[in-house]
């Protein structure tokens, strides 16, 4: 299995060191920031064969071109963003592989965020390298796509076994859980979840990976079907579950 290193970076940015054992190759998910990767490699001993961006945003590729520089490492993304992942050298679609070693790793386009937005999904390894798709307890805001894109997007990783560990590339599981409990505070899984949070936050602990089937207990974007929170919306029967989620993203954007 691979060998994950979380990094903390910027304010609330995660970056994944995925090592693969039998072959030493090596990438980083999502380089806000070059320091830790190179600092983590040295620490480790490690040389970073890739980069795997899931979207273009800078807080995801701004350590693209100094990694690439110090280490000749191969950048991969999504290749309906390649005019704006810096240094992209590997261009990747939906339902493509890449290998990292002995590991594969599948693509899953996730339009909605943005709409270039790809995740990387090791079934070797039960892990999901979401980027801003998906998050504890929330999922991204809807800079280019729209609500039925990213509807459609969370379906293909509700379906990926309940083991999967997620690997988000944010630090937001504490307001994201604000938010879940003022639509269903009645959820015993949702509450002892947050418990969790607030103890490893006091911490200053991180609250990642959670897994899938955590997720699909306790995370509002994952439970439009929820009688409880379509209650809470004042959704009618007659309110689709792309449209109960569309109603759920949007009183997310106002919560505070």
Known sequence: ML???????LTDNYIYLLHEPVSGETAAVDPAAAEPVIAALAERGWKLSH?????????HVDGNLALKRRTGCKIVGSKADSRRIPDIEIEVEHGDQIRLGEQTLEIIATPGHTLGHIVYYCAGSEALFCGDTLFSLGCGRLFEGTAEQMWHSLQYLKALPGSTRIYCAHEYTQANGRFAISLEADNPQLRQ????????RGQNLSTLPSTMALELATNPFLREDSPAIRSALAAS????????FAKIRRLKDQFR
């Open 51 to 59: 980069v795997f961006n899931t979207h273009h945003h800078g807080d």
């Open 193 to 200: 979840r947050l418990s969790e949070v607030d103890r490893l």
């Open 237 to 244: 029967a007659a309110d689709s579950p792309v449209e109960v």
């Open 3 to 9: 060998e994950i290193i979380q990094l903390p970076a």
